[in-house]
């Protein structure tokens, strides 16, 4: 369970009173997939950067089951974020984009190789793992950037956006990736704009509002 209390941000060089202190407290169970709505600039870039360990929170707690997750660099806290710009390697090939979340020297294991060729194939990619990010349409890219994050098995998967802009038939193949992530015990937080997005994943939904989570449903 991912226990989040109180955990707080101040930009220093905010204009007075443009923008509030944040605070975040919201539980996520393994398995649950919590959405986050909110304006542009109502905070939520902070909170996901505050989860993975990018910016230093000024307050507040932070655990995964009651073991405090605010003193491990963001490589050990479990969760991996997938952006909405979502970061592919231009130069590298797809296998290898993906084998990077799983071995940082790309020094890769038979098995591991075994599990990138079984994910393509998943996720309508066979075959295509030795073409270049540029060589893909827009939403074979963004399978690419999921498959990465959801192949290293984390605990937390921060979804940013991840789906926006994608057709309808592009946005089912990558809603059923992260069904069954979630299946497999994964607790997932979704920032989304989108009634379709929060409606095929969300269990619960919040709203970001000064600076705060409100339930909306
Ligand atoms: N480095 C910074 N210094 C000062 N203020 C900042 C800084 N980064 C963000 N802010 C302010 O903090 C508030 C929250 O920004 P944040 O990026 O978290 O919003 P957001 O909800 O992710 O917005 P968007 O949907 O546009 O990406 C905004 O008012 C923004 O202007």
Redesign the pocket.
């Known amino acids: 369970m991912l226990q989040c209390d109180d955990l707080t941000f101040h ?4 204009d007075p009173g ?2 509030p202190d ?1 605070s975040f407290t919201f539980e996520l169970a393994p398995g649950q997939c919590l959405s986050i709505q ?12 505050m989860l993975a360990g990018f910016l230093e929170p000024s307050g507040g707690t932070l655990a995964w089951s009651e073991e405090s997750l605010l003193t491990k660099p963001p490589w050990e806290r479990g969760m991996t974020t997938v952006f909405q710009e979502h970061n592919l390697f231009e130069h590298l090939p797809v296998w290898a984009n993906i084998g990077l979340g799983l071995a940082a020297n790309l020094r890769l294991s038979e098995a591991q190789r075994e599990r990138i060729r079984q994910g393509l194939e998943e996720v309508g990619l066979g075959g295509l793992q030795d073409r270049l990010p540029g060589e893909l349409s827009g939403g074979q890219r963004r399978r690419v950037a999921l498959l990465r994050a959801l192949l290293r098995k984390p605990r937390v998967l921060l979804l940013d956006e991840p789906f926006s802009g994608l057709d309808y038939a592009n946005r089912e193949v990558l809603w059923g990736l992260v069904k069954r992530q979630q299946q497999e015990g994964v607790a997932v937080l979704l ?1 989304s704009h989108d009634p379709e997005d929060i409606q095929a994943l969300a269990d619960r939904c919040y709203q ?1 509002e000064e600076g705060r989570l409100v339930a909306s449903g």
């Not at 930009?11 to 905010?14: A, E, N, P």
């Not at 909110?38 to 905070?43: D, V």
């Open positions: 930009y220093d060089r905010q443009e923008t944040f909110g304006p542009s600039g109502s905070g939520k870039s902070t909170l996901l950067n920032v970001l």
